[in-house]
């Protein structure tokens, strides 16, 4: 039994037993279906000296960004093994912290785009759209990543939807326990014909910039420091 365990549950898992459980609520922010699981019988409960018992709120932002993080880390590492180029991976708020993947790549070729979405849901079921973007795009910026696909994107040309893909079951909008349809968007420029410049200001004409040189001082003097 482990010295530092706040709360130890022990029992046997009863084999060739299931009952049914849930519903529950599930991380996508609905309640999950009902469905049989196995039954473990309780033989004993313990706990240290003024135990902490740490929950999280299901189906909300704690819950999304818990389930997030660890994939960003063991996806980029893959991607990267199959796409050098990677830079960053991104599992956004918006898609529950799994549905959604944003991969920003370092294009040297158009192909690369493509295996690195393929990677991204082989790498991951959960995975249900995969966005991916250059390397000027911040991947953790949803706003930038909107922007590039509004900017960047041909759906004709740069959308793919796979059909018959393993899902997963909590997903509401699967018509089937197992099986559904995933999307890539590449959001990038493409590598063999010229594209527009993105619109920048110098970092040199940044630097010289001071806010002072535009804002008179009594009105700066009510502005909150920092």
């Known amino acids: 039994m482990p010295a530092d365990a706040e709360i130890v549950i022990e029992g046997h898992v009863l084999p060739n037993v299931k009952e049914v459980e849930a519903p529950f609520g599930e991380f996508p922010g609905y309640y999950g279906p009902q469905r049989l699981r196995p039954v473990i019988e309780v033989t004993a409960i313990t706990h240290r000296r003024d135990a902490v018992f740490q929950h999280i709120f299901v189906g909300h932002r704690d819950n999304w960004i818990l389930g997030g993080i660890p994939k960003e880390g063991s996806l980029f590492n893959l991607i990267r093994g199959i796409v050098p180029t990677a830079k960053a991976v991104h599992f956004p708020i918006s898609g529950c912290g799994r549905f959604h993947c944003y991969v920003s790549i370092d294009k040297k070729i158009d192909g690369e785009t493509k295996q690195a979405a393929l990677a991204a849901l082989a790498g991951c079921d959960f995975v249900k759209h995969v966005v991916v973007v250059d390397a000027d795009i911040d991947v953790h910026n949803e706003e930038e ?82």
């Open 145 to 226: 990543v909107m922007w590039a696909v509004a900017t960047r994107v041909q759906a004709d040309q740069d959308v793919d939807i796979l059909k018959n893909v393993k899902g997963n079951m909590l997903d509401p909008s699967q018509t089937d326990d197992i099986m559904t349809a995933k999307m890539i968007i590449d959001a990038t420029r493409p590598a063999k014909r010229p594209f527009a410049a993105r619109v920048r200001v110098p970092e040199e004409a940044l630097a010289r910039t001071r806010i002072e040189d535009f804002i008179p001082p009594a009105i700066l003097d009510r502005l909150p420091k920092s």
